[in-house]
């Protein structure tokens, strides 16, 4: 018992075991994107915010949802800390650059900004949390609106009046896709799903994923500045 435990401690502290921990715990991220993305597409419903605060108020009663959301943060948590394990490793194997490379043809540019662009998805991640779940969850300039606490009116008010938050979210979408594309790829090629037939077929359904849903949570603060202004 004691050999499997040490065997299976080496293994998670390799860097192999590391990148399958980032590749797991970023898909299983991408599969609540998909849940998080259709839910905010009550957004767009023509009531008045009705049903998405119906929605949001039962994503935060729901005794399942509070407990998926506990795997939700150890997800994040430890993706963001592998993340930052892997690049401190990357940078002591590798303190100095060599003395003739060429990083562009070597590897994409996703792949050699990975730092820079997880580390702009994660202060966007802190300043949506505070802006949207925090204020939610301790009624922060929330008013209710009927049953429930009016989310959407936060949401429309946050958008239109701090507009510095709508340029922030669009941005951060385009990197958001960068590292979707890169993410995807690299989970492919560390869980060895390879094959001839379908790993391209695989690669383009990445692609088409990292393009389609950062555009679903970009139109969001278009569609209410839009509404305001025309």
Not at 12 to 34: A, E, P, Y
Not at 80 to 98: D, G, S
Not at 100 to 108: C, I
């Amino acid at each position: 018992m004691k050999r499997v435990t040490n065997w299976f401690v080496k293994t998670i502290n390799s860097t192999l075991g590391q990148k399958m921990i980032m590749s797991l715990t970023g898909l299983f991220l991408i599969s609540f994107l998909v849940i998080h993305l259709t839910g905010n597409l009550m957004l767009f419903k023509d009531d008045g915010g009705a049903s998405f605060n119906a929605y949001a108020h039962f994503m935060s009663t729901s005794s399942f949802i509070k407990l998926a959301e506990i795997f939700l943060v150890l997800g994040f948590g430890m993706h963001i800390y592998t993340a930052w394990r892997l690049t401190r490793y990357n940078k002591q194997v590798r303190p100095q650059a060599y003395a003739y490379s060429r990083p562009e043809v070597n590897s994409p540019w996703t792949a050699r900004y990975m730092g820079f662009v997880g580390s702009i998805m994660l202060i966007f991640l802190l300043i949506h949390l505070y802006h949207f779940w925090f204020k939610y969850k301790f009624q922060i300039e929330v008013p209710a609106t009927g049953d429930y606490k009016d989310l959407y009116l936060l949401v429309q008010t946050t958008f239109v009046k701090e507009w510095w938050i709508s340029v922030l979210y669009i941005v951060s979408m385009v990197f958001f896709g960068l590292h979707l594309v890169h993410g995807f790829e690299s989970s492919l090629q560390t869980l060895g799903i390879q094959h001839k037939k379908y790993t391209p077929m695989l690669k383009k359904v990445g692609l088409l994923f990292a393009i389609i849903v950062p555009m679903g949570f970009a139109v969001m603060p278009l569609y209410f500045i839009g509404v305001y202004w025309w």
